[in-house]
């Protein structure tokens, strides 16, 4: 069975350019997530789908981050404009039943 | 209070010894535990899930005291294979919205 996909691996940016990640979750799987890890520290929730509806966004800084699952399948998240604090692991899991989580690689992210 | 507590650690053990680690929670309606390990610059993977009745997988045991708010790891005969950081993580609410502790590291040496 094919795991959660991500891409891009890794990326570096500039502060105030955008960028977005796309992750793609195991089949079937009806629950989304998008975590941000920074070094040192577990991984933070930033939006939980169910389907395509929005199950918690409470921890998403939404003057810059957006997410979107358009039919309930593949997810993409976006920052616009980045900041330096933003550099962090970003990564997507998905679950069959709410409970338990299956992460992607995730992606790399270096702002300069 | 945090939602979810882990002691970072490092746990700093020999092979073969007896580790264990706990995670507590303030939510006392939280629903459902796991621990997931998280080997360097990887993405976390699950380890197992926690039961109320506890659960024992080969030499991992894990065990939930919901009256004290706590989950725990018991990990026997410690290799040089399990250093890695274990995190837990508690689902709350009635979606069972996930909250991930900091981690604990442990280092197994020779």
């Known amino acids: 069975e094919a795991g959660v996909a991500q891409s891009p691996r890794y990326k570096i940016i500039e502060k105030r350019q955008s960028v977005a990640f796309w992750c793609n979750p195991i089949?079937?799987?009806?629950?989304l997530y998008w975590y941000q890890q920074i070094l040192g520290q577990g991984p933070k929730l930033l939006i939980q789908f169910q389907n395509n509806g929005v199950v918690d966004d409470s921890q998403l800084p939404k003057d810059r981050f957006s997410a979107e699952r358009l039919k309930g399948v593949d997810s993409t998240l976006k920052i616009q404009p980045a900041k330096l604090e933003d550099s962090a692991v970003y990564l997507c899991?998905?679950?069959?039943?709410?409970?338990?989580?299956?992460f992607g690689p995730g992606t790399r992210l270096l702002v300069l | 209070r945090k939602e979810v507590e882990q002691d970072p650690g490092p746990f700093n053990v020999p092979e073969g010894a007896t580790v264990a680690f706990n995670c507590t929670y303030s939510?006392?309606?939280?629903?459902?535990f796991f621990w997931y390990r998280q080997d360097c610059r990887k993405e976390p993977k699950l380890l197992m899930s926690v039961y109320s009745s506890g659960n024992e997988d080969g030499r991992f045991t894990a065990q939930l005291n919901r009256a004290s708010q706590y989950i725990s790891l018991l990990i026997r005969d410690s290799k040089l294979s399990d250093s890695a950081t274990y995190l837990c993580v508690v689902n709350g609410g009635g979606s069972y919205i996930p909250t991930f502790g900091r981690g604990t590291s442990l280092i197994v040496h020779p």
């Open positions: 089949s079937g799987h009806a629950t």
């Open positions: 899991a998905s679950s069959l039943d709410n409970r338990a989580q299956y």
């Open positions: 939510n006392s309606a939280s629903q459902s």
